[in-house]
């Protein structure tokens, strides 16, 4: 019973606007590179910058390739806080991180530190995409590669019609009308069929 209460997933999942927020990386090797892919594979668009004493060249064409990427080959000072929201800790050097993330706390900042649960605020997870639906997965910090495994098999068996289902739900819920006990009401009976 113990065992079980320590395994439950405390973790509350929020859904990031990154083109409207903009996330610090530190760190320019390869977990620097995994950390800006996993962002620019939910959006594109999405505003980082990223701060390294040296840079991999795939970070630097990533750069090139996204306007709102900002790839600066430099040692990390305070500046590098401004207009950030989040920041990603990924260098080789754990007490800079340690250092880094007392002084983000001081601004205010949310921390993730690569490779090291204890000095995170928060993970980064899994996801899975269909047109307009996402799912997020964490196991909590005990297997990635768990993460990983599920995220390939959501992808596979989601069906293709989803994000078609979806829009139209939309549009009945647009086109609606009365008060909300009423629309709720009459779109759990369109879709009961859906879980039936
Ligand atoms: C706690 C967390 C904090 C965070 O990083 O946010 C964390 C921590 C650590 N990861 C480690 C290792 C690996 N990470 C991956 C992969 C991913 N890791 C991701 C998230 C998270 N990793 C957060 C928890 C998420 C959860 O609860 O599920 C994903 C989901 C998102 C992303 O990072 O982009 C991405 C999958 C993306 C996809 O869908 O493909 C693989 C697998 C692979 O690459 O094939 C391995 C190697 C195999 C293994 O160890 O399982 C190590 C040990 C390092 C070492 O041994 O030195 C630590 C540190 C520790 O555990 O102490
Ligand atoms: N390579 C991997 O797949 C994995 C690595 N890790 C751990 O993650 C950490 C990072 O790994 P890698 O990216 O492979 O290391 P790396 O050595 O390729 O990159 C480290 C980066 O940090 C930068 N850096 C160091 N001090 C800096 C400072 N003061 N200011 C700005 N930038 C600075 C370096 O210039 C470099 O770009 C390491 O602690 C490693 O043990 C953990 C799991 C897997």
Known sequence: MAE?????????PVFLKLDE???LILGGGAV???KLSA???NDPEANVRLVGLTVQDEIKTLGERHPNVEVLVKKFGLEDFDDVD???????????HVRVKKMAKAYNLLVNVAD???LCDFYLGSTVSKGPLKIGISTNGLSPTFS???RELLEEVLPDETPRL??????VRERLRGDFAFKVKKLNELTRGLVE
């Open 166 to 171: 979806i829009r139209s739900l939309n549009k």
């Open 86 to 96: 989040l920041v990603i800790l990924a260098t080789d050097d754990r007490e800079l």
């Open 32 to 34: 620097g590179l995994e």
């Open 116 to 118: 090291t649960p204890d």
């Open 148 to 150: 990983k495994r599920f």
């Open 39 to 41: 962002l620019l594979k």
């Open 4 to 12: 079980q209460h320590t395994d439950r997933n405390k973790l509350f």
């Open 21 to 23: 927020l903009k996330v």
